[in-house]
């Protein structure tokens, strides 16, 4: 029942194989690998190590500076598969000759989708694979199984992530005349949930909560030592429950939420904690990211299933 699905599949796979696009994505996630992490070195370096607080720490600077270049970078790949998936063709006026061959819209979709799985994680996979043991040998990072596990770990996240803009973005293809004009929503939606929402949801916990109290004069040596004063640690708190609350609805907040608790350390330890109680409690962020590729895919299906193609 697969079978025509299976067959755009590899036509897709090929096609991306073989594409320039493709290949300049990974080289620019390599690269924002490398870059961004070769910044935290300077860190390191010039404070010997120590204001990490031990080697967990300075593996944790190392999964956080992936964790952003991922953030970054596996929205715009879910969006560079799906913006064309289907206004390309139609711009090309080809949607029409595809559709006259025995292939169902369903199997088009379906193998498009197929495509998108596999060259996503294939692209995740293998700039991970070349710029994480990269950067670790620039920064001369002392790494363990686990920690390279559990960087390893992060692809299944990004790949959510990827698949939710990837959806997002064949919604907006399905629906435009141009793929241009997918893209460009596409894009709109990237640049709303990564930048602007952040800062919507700041100013509201601002205006809810006020400005932050002051620290006394006193308190600046405690402060430099990570203790912060009771009030100000309330503070902050609240204003983290707001701006969490508000991010909800963020795929690329879920994401990142999702992907710390990959590193999660146990309290007062230098030790991970287990990974299946950190997951547990990020479940929330799995069931937005599903829920993101669950409703925009069905939602395709529903509208190129029923719109009349006319070139």
């Keep these: 029942m697969m079978e025509k699905a299976l067959i755009v599949a590899r036509k897709e796979i090929a096609e991306n194989l073989r594409s320039v696009r493709y290949w300049a994505i990974i080289g620019l996630f390599v690269l924002l690998y490398v870059a961004s992490t070769y910044a935290i070195g300077f860190a390191i370096r010039g404070f010997g190590g120590l204001a990490l607080g031990g080697r967990a720490r300075t593996v944790l600077q190392l999964s956080n500076q992936v964790v952003n270049a991922l953030?970054?970078?596996?929205?715009?790949?879910?969006?560079?598969?799906?913006?064309?998936?289907?206004?390309?063709?139609?711009?090309?006026?080809?949607?029409?000759?595809?559709?006259?061959?025995?292939?169902?819209?369903?199997?088009?979709?379906?193998?498009?989708?197929?495509?998108?799985?596999?060259?996503?994680?294939?692209?995740?996979?293998?700039?991970?694979?070349?710029?994480?043991?990269?950067?670790?040998?620039?920064?001369?990072?002392?790494?363990?199984?686990?920690?390279?596990?559990?960087?390893?770990?992060?692809?299944?996240?990004?790949?959510?992530?990827?698949?939710?803009?990837?959806?997002?973005?064949?919604?907006?293809?399905?629906?435009?005349?141009?793929?241009?004009?997918?893209?460009?929503?596409?894009?709109?939606?990237?640049?709303?949930?990564?930048?602007?929402?952040?800062?919507?949801?700041?100013?509201?916990?601002?205006?809810?909560?006020?400005?932050?109290?002051?620290?006394?004069?006193?308190?600046?040596?405690?402060?430099?030592?990570?203790?912060?004063?009771?009030?100000?640690?309330?503070?902050?708190?609240?204003?983290?429950?707001?701006?969490?609350?508000?991010?909800?609805?963020?795929p690329t907040a879920r994401f990142s939420s999702l992907a710390s608790a990959l590193f999660a350390l146990r309290s007062q330890l230098d030790v991970y904690e287990e990974l299946t109680a950190a997951l547990a409690r990020r479940w929330v962020d799995v069931a937005v990211l599903s829920t993101y590729i669950a409703v925009f895919l069905i939602a395709s299906y529903i509208v190129f299933l029923r719109r009349q193609e006319t070139r």
């Design 71 to 250: 953030t970054y970078i596996a929205p715009l790949l879910g969006i560079a598969l799906g913006f064309g998936a289907i206004a390309a063709e139609r711009e090309k006026g080809t949607i029409r000759l595809v559709l006259a061959r025995p292939i169902y819209r369903d199997d088009l979709i379906n193998g498009k989708l197929i495509a998108a799985a596999v060259l996503i994680v294939l692209a995740i996979a293998l700039s991970t694979a070349l710029a994480v043991p990269l950067a670790v040998a620039l920064q001369n990072v002392n790494m363990t199984a686990e920690d390279f596990a559990r960087l390893a770990l992060l692809v299944l996240p990004a790949t959510l992530l990827a698949l939710a803009y990837y959806a997002l973005a064949l919604f907006a293809s399905v629906n435009a005349g141009r793929s241009s004009h997918a893209l460009i929503v596409s894009l709109v939606l990237w640049i709303f949930f990564t930048f602007i929402l952040p800062i919507i949801a700041a100013f509201v916990a601002f205006q809810i909560l006020g400005p932050p109290p002051a620290i006394p004069f006193n308190a600046t040596r405690p402060f430099g030592q990570g203790q912060l004063p009771r009030q100000f640690q309330e503070y902050y708190s609240k204003y983290n429950q707001i701006v969490s609350t508000i991010q909800l609805i963020s």
